[in-house]
């Protein structure tokens, strides 16, 4: 790309970056000490603190939130490692592999509400085994979703961040080189999971350290899934923390602020733990993993989570399978396992009302993805001109800023924008959500193409201009044209986590656009499953088509493209002959 003033560019961009987040913290940290001026509140004190502690509401939400938040990344990298101790390099591994990636497409709040129809008391669940097993005619007076252990929250964590883990995983192999540590190790005899658990793991978490950091703090502060599938007597905290905001009384905004703060503090406590942890565990085993034995009682760990990875797997697509089932069921009464009567009034009577919520979704998604996938290009062009430099090893404070929009809890700063937003007069604007929309797909589109771009060879450009001097046709041509694989899947990325965007949307729209996700969410509890069967369904669509598109579409585009030029030439020829 033939930029000038890169430096500029670079600066530019970075300051557009710090500006919402700083905006958004001091926001938020002047009201929790009271500092609020809309309010009247001039003066700076401890009070929402005290109020904070004094609350019984807080310290149950804050247990439940460590216990879901803690749980449940440990679980999904436990069962993440697991099945690729199993199943790496092996046939039959692909197929999973080639599974990840819908479950990865598909929003946290689908997720939620496909194990809501699969687990509830009156779920398919019971069903199945009803009344032939359990004898229930009717649902049971079970606790099998909203629980107050927050089990079934956990389990939906689980199941949308163990795949995200283990494609990670996926991803960095070659890197630690598994394959030739795998031939060596089983050539002296060692087990395969022996290997994993003594060579390959030690290895393998320090690349993937900031991916589950990125879990954790997402375990600790999601709103839409804890809405939809979570415990709500007490709820967690960052559910808390968005009730208090809520709340008609405006002076509860600097309790919840103080607790917005808190919620930080102990993400950055657990993450700190989380690695002291770590370190303990490494120093526990050390004398395990240099005895030199072939195999080991604990290996039996891992095999244990390969079983229980490949049910969670399953219960994932089965909880999907039941969305568009429960969207054209007409009469489904329990027991009965499958409908009796199926119908597409369900899809048709809201049709007008999800015409009306796709139209939103996918221009929010479309414009932020798009914009996202531009300042990548821009910013990582920028950096592979610095690479050039004597300080081509000092990253930028871009490379820094990008990963706080995803580790910091949107609780925690969202409101802060809000004010300004309120201030600006572009609350309720379609405009403040994309932007804000933006902020959270530009770290995840950066972040895919950062290593593809970065690796391009440079040689192919620069051939092609010596050729032709034409910079900006020849970017495109030739480089752009070359990292087409790369820039789909970037795209698919950030097409799916805009749409999966619940809380942005919710406190930039104000109610005034409503996107499938928020619509989704408010009507989880509404008990109409046919109508959030199909909301839920076509949240999960999207993602999943234009994950596929992005597959499909690169290895053929060049050939579509030379047909159509031909094409073209032959009608240019006809016309000039009957010309």
């Known amino acids: 790309m033939p930029l000038k003033h890169a430096k500029w560019i670079t600066g530019i961009i970075t300051l557009l970056l710090i500006f919402p987040i700083v905006i958004g913290l001091v926001g ?14 001039y003066t700076v004190s401890l009070a929402p603190w005290r109020n904070l502690l004094s609350q019984g509401e807080f310290y149950a939400s804050l247990k439940l939130t460590l216990i879901t938040g803690i749980v449940a990344p440990l679980l999904a990298l436990w069962l993440a490692l697991s099945l690729l101790a199993w199943g790496y390099q092996r046939p039959f591994f692909r197929k999973i592999e080639a599974l990840l990636s819908p479950i990865l497409a598909i929003p946290h709040a689908a997720i939620a509400i496909g194990l809501l129809f699969l687990l509830s008391p009156s779920g398919w669940l019971v069903r199945l085994f009803s009344p032939w097993l359990t004898g229930f005619d009717r649902p049971p007076n079970w606790i099998t979703v909203q629980d107050p252990y927050g089990i079934s929250l956990i389990l939906a964590l689980v199941i949308k961040e163990m795949p995200y883990l283990l494609f990670v995983m996926l991803a960095t192999m070659k890197s630690i080189k598994a394959r030739e540590s795998l031939q060596v190790g089983q050539t002296l005899g060692y087990s395969r ?18 991916p589950i950091f990125i879990v954790i703090a997402f375990s600790l502060t999601v709103v839409d899934l804890a809405l939809v599938i979570g415990p709500n007597t007490p709820s967690t905290l960052a559910v808390t923390l968005l009730r208090w905001f809520n709340d008609p009384d405006l002076t509860m905004r600097l309790m919840a602020s103080a607790g917005a703060i808190s919620l930080m503090l102990v993400i950055v406590l657990v993450l700190a733990s989380w690695e002291v942890a770590h370190l303990l565990f490494r120093q526990l085993t050390r004398a395990e993993r240099s005895n030199g034995k072939r195999f080991g009682l604990t290996d039996n760990i891992l095999r244990l989570g390969v079983v229980l990875g490949l049910f969670t797997l399953l219960n994932a697509f089965v909880a999907l399978a039941l969305l568009p089932i429960w969207s054209l ?19 048709e009577r809201a049709t007008p009302l999800l015409m009306k919520l796709t139209t939103n979704t996918l221009t929010i998604a479309f414009i932020a993805t798009l914009m996202a996938c531009v300042i990548s290009l821009v910013m990582l062009e920028t950096k592979r001109h610095n690479m ?37 007069n572009l609350n309720g604007d379609l405009d403040a959500i994309i932007a804000l929309h933006l902020m959270y797909v530009l770290p995840y589109v950066y972040l895919t193409l950062k290593g593809p771009y970065l690796s391009y060879e440079e040689e192919y450009l620069q051939q092609a201009n010596r050729l032709s001097h034409r910079p900006w046709r020849n970017y495109f041509m030739v480089k752009i044209a070359m990292l087409k694989p790369a820039l789909f899947t970037a795209f698919a990325i950030g097409f799916s986590v805009s749409i999966a965007q619940y809380l942005p949307t919710l406190i930039a729209g104000e109610g005034r656009y409503s996107t499938l996700t928020t619509e989704a969410v408010a009507q989880a509890a509404s008990g109409d499953r046919k109508q959030v069967g199909s909301m839920a369904m076509l949240q999960a669509f999207f993602p999943i088509m234009v994950f596929w598109l992005a597959q499909f579409i690169p290895p053929r585009w060049t050939r579509w493209r030379l047909k159509l030029k031909q ?7 006809k016309k000039d002959k009957t010309c």
């Open 329 to 347: 069921a007409r009469r489904w009464r329990f027991p009965d396992a499958l409908p009796s009567q199926w119908t597409w009034d369900n899809i």
């Open 193 to 210: 999971f022996t290997l994993w658990r003594k060579v390959l793991i030690p290895q393998l978490y320090p690349i993937i350290r900031l």
């Open 28 to 41: 938020t940290l002047l009201p929790a000490f009271a500092y609020f001026p809309p309010l009247g509140e």
């Open 567 to 573: 094409v073209f030439h032959i009608g240019l020829i």
């Open 388 to 424: 050039t430099d004597a300080n081509s090893s000092k990253p930028h404070v871009f490379d820094w800023l990008i990963y706080v929009p995803i580790l910091l809890p949107q609780i925690g700063f969202l409101f802060g924008l809000h004010v300004l937003l309120i201030y600006l």
